[in-house]
Structures are given as C-alpha cells and as structure tokens.
C-alpha cells in the first residue's frame, strides 16, 4: 500500500492561483501511478490530472487542460497540481489518489483538501 499525504488548498478569488502537494510513502511508491480528483458537493468525484509512474506522461480532463499542471519530484515522492487561471466551478474538494493499472481510477486516496473560489 501507499500512504498520501495532502497539504495546500484553501480561498482564492477567481483567476488566482493555488497549489497543492501530496507526498507519498510506503515501500511500493514507485509502483503507482498518481493523480489528482476532485468532489464537488452534490457530485460525484472526477479526474483532474494524473502522471504515469514511469514516463511522467500527464493526463488532464478537458475542464483544467490549459490552465491546471501536474508534476512529481521523484526524490521527495511528491505530486503537485499547480492550478491557474481558477473559476468558481473549480471549488471542490481535491484529493490525491494513487492507481496501478490506470491513472483515472484510484485506489488509495489521500485525505482531501477543499479549495473553493470565489467571483
């Protein structure tokens, strides 16, 4: 298993920026590929972003493509999403999750991180 850990988030006017970082630990880290989802209230949770273990190919969902970038540092076993250009239908909670066989679908998740954006 993998172990994530969240920190960032929090209040931001539209067009501002945040970032959110999620370190991972545990002894099978490199074996995940990582990414980021988010939940909105009254909606079901959604791919955001997610990079390949291996590549670091990057995958984004249309909505953030653009504006929204996904990156690791592989010495501190870390992901961050570097979010730009925010609007108010980006208020949601973000989660990190971690997936073997596809970026889309995790299967370890960390403990969420609500970002919200005003008009």
């Known amino acids: 298993q993998v172990q994530l850990a969240q920190s960032g988030g929090g209040l931001v006017q539209a067009g501002g920026s945040l970032r959110l970082s999620c370190a991972a630990s545990?002894?099978?880290?490199?074996?995940?590929?990582l990414g980021w989802f988010r939940q909105a209230p009254g909606k079901e949770r959604e791919f955001v972003a997610g990079i390949i273990r291996n590549s670091g190919r990057t995958y984004y969902a249309d909505s953030v493509k653009g504006r929204f970038t996904i990156s690791r540092d592989n010495a501190k076993n870390t992901v961050y999403l570097q979010m730009n250009s925010l609007k108010p239908e980006d208020t949601a909670v973000y989660y990190c999750g971690a997936g073997i066989l596809d970026v889309t679908r995790a299967i370890q998740w960390g403990q969420g991180t609500q970002v919200t954006v005003s008009s």
């Open positions: 545990g002894r099978t880290v490199s074996s995940y590929h």
